[in-house]
DNA sequence: GGGAATTTTTAGCGATCACTAAATAAGAGC
DNA sequence: GCTCTTATTTAGTGATCGCTAAAAATTCCC
């Protein structure tokens, strides 16, 4: 639920309701409705966080690598439609700031691992730029994931946000 | 107060408090809630919006145009503090569904601006995705902005995404 | 079976939500 | 100044919010 509607709008009743039992029991459980989110988030980060290390060993060159990336996060956040987007990337951006902090926290082990990634690929003063803009990108088709687009839509576009990575990798190869 | 927070995070007591009225004051004037925040819009889009059209006129070249428009964006969306990122493409994302139909409704006159001049400037079966990669790159603008990343981290990665531009317009030159 | 520990529920709590009927105050016209 | 109209406030409404003390039910161990 957290993830089809985000943390603000689902409420402690309805989580309750869903998991037949009363508030009192889901609190000894998990100690308040933030508990039971962290959770959630750890467990989508086990079953159905996008694989970032595998997508990117698929392809000895960077950009290929990386626009694989792009593509499998289109597909993935738009295969399930009751659980569209990034859960992670979405809850960054919940209106509960301890919400938000904890979806952060989650969302930085994804954004090192595409960190390391481009260090050990392109120039080192291209590194931040080129990690900002695959972020931006994959915040962008989750979001768009979660209003509704199609997959092929996401994919058209992830296969033009390659177009860029082609350019930057061969100047940082160039230089 | 509608674009630092969001339209869920608002509530009629902070609106009343902020304007120095009680709510059937607010009521009498707007309607609803609902109803003060598309006068809001509405005011945004007249006073605070991106000024696309004026932009994507700065450059013959499509490409420099477009990467303009991505530039001013992240210049735009991180240049005031308290009102950070797009309004209305973060309003497309509210909880409450009403809101978000009515932002999205505002929305679509910017985005056809932009399919109109990526019309005018690209191969037919080339458009949509460079215009879903166009808005899926502000989406993302807009929400880093809104995390509190820097103007210049935007700009980086902004002329990273003007490099796929360029190759999607010399491909419909040459096409 | 009995008692203690654990789990779950009942029955709320104080606060906030968007909104409103009725009363009061302010403004306009004579 | 008086009366009528308009604007604003007072004093709530019913619903939902995240959460909890106390009571009841269940489980475990002897």
Redesign the interface.
């Known amino acids: 639920m957290f993830h089809a509607?985000?943390y603000?709008?689902v409420g402690v009743a309805d989580l309750t309701a869903a998991l037949d039992i009363k508030p009192p029991s889901l609190y000894a459980a998990y100690g308040s409705k933030l508990g039971l989110f962290e959770r959630a988030l750890q467990s989508y980060v086990e079953t159905d966080f996008l694989p970032v290390g595998e997508i990117l060993a698929t392809d000895a060159d960077p950009a290929r690598a990386l626009t694989n990336l792009f593509v499998a996060a289109a597909r993935h956040y738009t295969r399930n439609p009751e659980r569209r987007g990034c859960m992670i990337t979405e809850a960054?951006?919940a209106?509960d700031a301890e919400a938000a902090a904890v979806a952060s926290a989650f969302g930085e082990r994804g954004s090192k691992i595409i960190h390391d990634y481009i260090v050990a690929h392109a120039s080192p003063e291209a590194v931040?730029?080129?990690l900002?803009?695959v972020?931006?990108?994959?915040?962008?088709?989750s979001?768009?994931a979660?209003?509704g687009?199609t997959a092929e839509?996401?994919v058209?576009?992830s296969?033009?946000?390659?177009?860029?990575?082609?350019?930057?990798f061969a100047a940082s190869a160039a230089g």
């Open positions: 509607r985000g603000d709008a960054m951006r209106d931040d730029r080129i900002d803009y972020l931006v990108n994959l915040r962008g088709l979001s768009f979660c209003l687009h839509k996401l058209g576009c296969e033009v946000a390659g177009g860029a990575l082609k350019a930057e």
